[in-house]
């Protein structure tokens, strides 16, 4: 079979029972594709992840969409490399999807908004169209009253999806300076082109219910925003409820499991990815996302008496995990768990300036907690938590911070994870609540790609550290009350953190 085919449901091409059982579910829940193991391309460090960035574009000849909670608004040199593709290839087009709350936000000074619209300026809306999603939560009284440095907490554009010609990179890095140089993130490259064309559709169906991005008078900040009347659905700040009709409408086909017919699955299937998607705050009235149940169902599996000797790891930058999947976690019968979080000198806000300064220890509070419930269970000596460290961010020239975000399972008597996933999503209520986030759940049977998944979950641990309930309880670790307020006061009024 042709790598990148879609699958019919269900793939019944591994056999190996917990992955052949697994994956007989999971054909239920999403999409699926087939993609040979050394297709896909595993990238350590931001350095890389930027330098294959501007590689690709360079060389784009058809297509480019980019798919972003930002673009930083001094990212002159990747503008430059979009502009330089656009010059050396008449037929590309480029589109590139950002949030609407994120990326206008230093408005009227520069912003991402206006540095995108000098594209649109420059090359014209039929090679260049730039959008900006608007979550349908924030409208009204909270719109007016909410500063803009808090208005994230209500919902965003958050899926990282960076499609080159047959290419897409998937990722939890915006596409900004930190990101392209000291803060840590995963990447995969995945050389597929019914795969690329797949995450194509998900970009332009979003950037179909998103405002327009124009060039502007520098006086109201260098650019305009404008919903076209193409756009098939009304504005989320003006008619948040048909807005989300509309959206189910457009994106809940897109997710669900493909039902077109295929030919069957050679049995030499080795590596599956499962497209999944959270669209929460678009559907409506019932929630078809598929990334949470997706990884219930992973997680799920470890709780069966024959995962015994299973491992996994997780890993999110921002330790908030969401309730459902923390119990998953803990009943899990896995040998041994790992939790991997930025320690709060490797968080982006540590040392930020107003009321961002208190996320760091809200995120020590949460991973406090975290432990506390590893105690009440019984499982201290199965699952640990590990903090990760390069410097104090702001203090240290050459400290960097920790984003990455993702899952590994290895399953029993392997030595090698089978199964990851890796994208947005910080597996938070507020990724399962507020957000959009895209993801690739692999399922893989290849000893090679097995072996580079090790190697990847190995080296995001080279920074880090084992703390206990202990370690929390030194002065400099308490947390302050008025942290511990403004986090219950954040969610009276409906955010997530």
């Not at 460090?45 to 574009?57: C, E, H, Q, V």
């Not at 540095?115 to 979550?135: C, D, N, P, Q």
């Not at 003006?238 to 077109?260: G, V």
């Amino acid at each position: 079979m042709t790598s990148g085919h879609p699958l019919p449901a269900p793939a019944a091409a591994m056999k190996a029972s917990v992955l052949g059982s697994l994956t007989n579910e999971l054909d239920k829940i999403a999409p699926c594709f087939e993609v040979e193991a050394e297709k896909i391309q595993i990238i350590r460090n931001p350095a890389d992840f930027y330098s294959a960035l501007k590689k690709r574009i360079l060389k784009a000849k058809r297509r480019i969409f980019l798919s972003t909670l930002y673009i930083g608004n001094s990212e002159h040199e990747l503008i430059d490399t979009l502009r330089q593709a656009l010059r050396s290839e008449p037929e590309l087009r480029v589109s590139i999807l950002s949030d609407a709350l994120r990326g206008t936000r230093e408005s009227p000074n520069a912003s991402c908004a206006s540095l995108l619209a000098s594209l649109v300026a420059e090359f014209g809306e039929g090679r260049v169209t730039i959008r900006m999603y608007h979550t349908p939560n924030f409208t009204g009284i909270k719109k007016k009253i909410i500063p803009k440095r808090l208005n994230e907490g209500w919902g965003l554009q958050h899926m990282k999806l960076y499609g080159i010609d047959d290419e897409i990179i998937i990722s939890g890095a915006n596409l900004s300076t930190d990101y392209f140089t000291n803060r840590q993130d995963r990447y995969h490259i995945f050389s597929c082109q019914r795969l690329t064309d797949y995450f194509e559709r998900i970009h332009n169906t979003v950037c179909s219910i998103s405002y327009r991005v124009l060039p502007g008078p520098r006086g109201v900040g260098g650019y305009m925003l404008d919903w076209p009347e193409s756009n098939p659905a009304p504005a989320p700040v003006e008619e948040p409820e048909k807005f989300k009709i509309a959206a189910t409408s457009l994106l809940n086909p897109l997710i669900q499991p493909s039902e077109i017919g295929q030919s069957p699955i050679s049995t030499q299937a080795k590596t599956i990815v499962y497209p999944l998607g959270q669209f929460t705050p678009l559907l409506h009235p019932d929630d078809t996302s598929t990334e949470h149940p997706a990884l219930s169902t992973v997680l799920r599996a470890l709780a069966e008496d024959h995962a015994a000797s299973s491992r996994w790891v997780f890993t999110a930058g921002y330790f908030n995990i969401h309730p459902q999947l923390k119990t998953l976690l803990l009943n899990s019968k896995s040998a041994k768990g790992t939790v991997v979080t930025a320690s709060p000198e490797a968080n982006g806000f540590y040392g930020s300036k107003g009321v961002s300064n208190m996320l760091p220890p809200a995120y020590t509070l949460l991973s406090r907690r975290f432990l506390d419930d590893v105690i009440k269970c019984g499982k201290k000596d199965r699952i640990e938590l590990r903090e990760w460290k390069k410097g104090v961010h702001g203090k240290d020239p050459n400290a960097w911070t920790y984003h990455a975000k993702g899952v590994w399972v290895t399953m029993p008597g392997e030595d090698s994870p089978s199964i990851t996933l890796v994208g947005s999503s910080n597996y938070t209520k507020r990724s399962y609540s507020l957000d959009l986030e895209m993801n690739a759940l692999i399922v893989t049977k290849d000893e090679e790609l097995k072996k580079r998944l090790e190697s990847e979950v190995g080296w995001l641990q080279e920074n880090t550290q084992a703390v206990t309930v202990e370690d929390f309880q030194r002065t400099e670790r308490r947390v302050s009350l008025k942290v511990r307020l403004a986090l219950w006061l954040v969610g009276a009024l409906g955010g997530q953190l």
